[in-house]
């Protein structure tokens, strides 16, 4: 039985056909696949002839949760560069690694937005 009127969305983690569809048949509207499509961007085109295609999403070994999903979120991040970039994926990516290079990107982001608004405000 539905209680709002608001479109339910399931993310985390869905990266095969068949959870997709259990997930819909639920009565959730929505799918979200962040990380398999930032991984595979052709993933639901590659499930109209394979059924049983999938993204293998390497578990991420870090016992700090936390930390852990900081990195997820680097590993994805990564990825969702290259593509920008014109370059393929790379499934395999180490999330420690990212983790560090997403954070240096992000405190050089910082501070060039920090100077864009001491520009604005003086």
């Known amino acids: 039985m539905r209680t709002s009127a608001l479109p339910l969305m399931?993310?985390?983690g869905v990266a095969r056909r068949p959870v997709a569809e259990e997930v819909l048949a639920s009565g959730v509207e929505l799918v979200g696949m962040g990380s398999a499509l930032a991984v595979d961007p052709g993933l639901p085109a590659r499930w109209r002839h394979d059924r049983?295609?999938?993204?293998?999403?390497?578990?991420i070994r870090i016992a700090d949760k936390a930390v852990a999903s900081a990195a997820s979120m680097a590993r994805v991040r990564r990825q969702l560069?290259?593509?920008?970039?014109?370059?393929?994926?790379?499934p395999g990516i180490d999330p420690k690694p990212a983790l560090v290079v997403e954070t240096v990107l992000q405190a050089v982001a910082l501070r060039r937005y920090r100077t864009w608004l001491r520009g604005r405000a003086g």
């Open 52 to 59: 049983d295609a999938k993204v293998d999403l390497r578990p």
């Open 10 to 12: 399931l993310t985390g």
């Open 81 to 90: 560069r290259r593509l920008g970039a014109g370059r393929p994926t790379k």
